[in-house]
């Protein structure tokens, strides 16, 4: 019921209502205000449904919804922390898409990172329809999943160590490869490789491929060493190797991501040397923090919010019964002041 502005009471408009206004059945009604109603009714009818439930002011009864399909319309996003911008924009993705679909997204940090995470719930599978998991392993999902019952989509996670899941990934070997592809269009051939000293696949796929890519490229060196994912260890752990570059100095340092190249930029200008003209840096990920720093980062941009938007269609898809779309999506090389023409060494 709803009040007049002169107090009287009225009756809430129902779908009967809805279906009368648009000279439609409340079947049709019930598929487009429920968003299933593609290859079931035509364009025509839907945005008619929807403009004769705009002009009554009708608003689908979801609880009770909920109860005749024993769906619960709420999805959870598993994240290792809530500190980290891509993060936040795999979350806006997925929450606008959800909104779409009139879904509600449960944001969800794992206290372990990306270990297993516990349920947050008294029982997960009567408060969820589904699960969304960003840069861990499906098997830290097991205890919060009761084993296989929640419908799993994995973001930026291995395929192949996710039985039972559907993994959406980004190009990130793609990323590497346009990154050495630049460096060495500036004649680098000699690199230093910070990377994370988080143990996960995302992290290793970058390491394998560039560790491919130059593999077969007479002359070409690459020394990795690891960090911890702030600031102040990559400054650390840059000047350590950089002090200790054994017989061929790097001209370039690639970076597993925006905070340790933010890091190795840092220590350069401790040790006198001039980015880019001494040595180049590249991130990965094109954080914000990519344009704050002087020079600004060469960096692989991640698009985080559509990453976020693909997965959570991706789980209404598993939810629907439907073939996902699984395809990685593109990543790109963004070139900005951080890196140039290698210098001479030694």
């Not at 880019?276 to 344009?291: H, W």
């Not at 991640?302 to 990453?307: D, G, I, N, S, W």
Request: charged share 25%; net charge neutral.
């Amino acid at each position: 019921m709803t009040s007049g502005q002169d107090g009287a009471t009225t009756a809430r408009p129902t779908s009967r209502d809805v279906a009368r206004a648009a000279g439609v059945s409340q079947a049709a009604v019930s598929l487009v205000m429920g968003g299933k109603w593609r290859g079931r009714v035509s364009e025509a009818t839907a945005e008619r449904v929807r403009a004769a439930a705009e002009g009554l002011g009708y608003r689908p009864n979801l609880a009770a919804r909920n109860l005749r399909t024993g769906r619960t319309r709420t999805a959870l996003l598993v994240v290792p922390a809530l500190t980290n911008e891509f993060f936040a924009g795999v979350y806006t993705g997925a929450a606008r898409v959800a909104a779409e679909h009139d879904f509600g997204v449960v944001l969800y940090p794992s206290p372990d990172g990306i270990g297993p995470a516990r349920d947050p719930f008294p029982n997960a599978r009567a408060a969820l329809d589904g699960v969304l998991a960003s840069s861990m392993a499906a098997d830290a999902l097991t205890d919060l999943r009761g084993g296989d019952d929640l419908p799993l989509v994995m973001l930026d996670s291995d395929p192949a160590g996710s039985p039972g899941a559907t993994t959406v990934n980004l190009d990130l070997a793609d990323g590497i490869r346009q990154l050495v592809d630049h460096l060495r269009a500036h004649g680098h051939q000699h690199f230093l490789h910070l990377a994370s000293a988080v143990d996960s696949w995302t992290f290793d796929v970058r390491a394998r491929e560039l560790a491919a890519r130059t593999a077969d490229s007479p002359g070409t060196t690459v020394r990795t060493v690891r960090s911890a994912l702030t600031v102040e260890d990559a400054r650390a752990t840059t000047e350590r190797a950089l002090r200790t570059s054994g017989l061929v100095e790097p001209t370039a340092v690639i970076c597993d991501d925006d905070k340790l190249a933010a890091g190795a930029c840092k220590a350069a200008r401790r040790m006198g040397l001039r980015v880019p003209d001494d040595l180049s840096v590249t991130g990965f990920d094109d954080l914000s923090l990519a344009t704050a720093i002087d020079p600004e980062l060469t960096t692989v941009r991640l698009p985080a919010e559509e990453f976020g938007a693909h997965g959570m269609r991706a789980l209404l898809a598993v939810l629907d019964g439907r073939a996902a779309e699984t395809a990685p999506l593109p990543v790109r090389l963004i070139v900005r002041g951080s890196t140039g023409p290698a210098a001479p060494r030694p």
